[in-house]
T-cell receptor
């Protein structure tokens, strides 16, 4: 099965700075890569996803990039705000999740 | 989008007993997924449930411990059998190819 590694495990940034979270996967046949945000005590929420036929996708302050050759994909959050503070998970399409990144945005 | 509900939202159970968790979706879906999230950890896929066939279990999870029913296209149950404190977790169902998650069932085993 797929092995998904996620880094860093914790990330602290100043409000307004950018945050980048990276994931690598092992199965070259994987073709769908979602990212989730999970606030404390709440369910995971899909925030953006990318399929293997594109290299980048943006949605306002959030973007995801995919490098199929290197088998890694990244979440980019620009102009971070305190409400971006949460745990972020990446996943690959056979439903395996990365270990998570706890993002803290300091006001 | 899909609206998913789970029952119960939380429970405290005694060691050795069983608990059945229900997942209801507001639309028909082919596949439903059951996940476990232990405190402070990531989500781990337990099994995939298709209507009309046996559930497919991931490595480390067995049917005797986590029997699953899928009687129709909007409903599924997960039973946690012969519970031990190590089963204390949040259990979530998911549909739409991981796009939507239920609110979760917080299980504490004493």
């Amino acid at each position: 099965g797929e092995n998904v590694e996620q880094h860093p495990s914790t990330l602290s940034v100043q409000e307004g700075d950018s945050a980048v979270i990276k994931c690598t996967y092992s199965d070259s046949a994987s073709n769908y890569f979602p990212w989730y945000k999970q606030e404390l005590g709440k369910r995971p929420q899909l925030i953006i996803d990318i399929r293997s036929n594109v290299g980048e996708k943006k949605d306002q302050r959030i973007a995801v990039t995919l490098n199929k050759t290197a088998k890694h994909f990244s979440l980019h959050i620009t102009e971070t705000q305190p409400e971006d503070s949460a745990v972020y998970f990446c996943a690959a399409n056979d439903m395996r999740f990365g270990a998570g990144t706890r993002l803290t945005v300091k006001p | 989008s899909a609206v998913i509900s789970q029952k119960p939202s939380r429970d405290i159970c005694q060691r050795g007993t069983s608990l059945t968790i229900q997942c209801q979706v507001d639309s028909q879906v082919t596949m439903m997924f059951w996940y476990r999230q232990q405190p402070g950890q990531s989500l781990t896929l337990i099994a995939t449930a298709n209507q009309g066939s046996e559930a497919t279990y991931e490595s480390g999870f067995v049917i005797d411990k986590f029997p699953i029913s899928r009687p129709n296209l909007t409903f599924s149950t997960l039973t946690v059998s012969n519970m031990s404190p190590e089963d204390s977790s949040i259990y979530l169902c998911s549909v739409g190819g991981q796009r939507y998650f239920g609110p979760g069932t917080r299980l504490t085993v004493t």
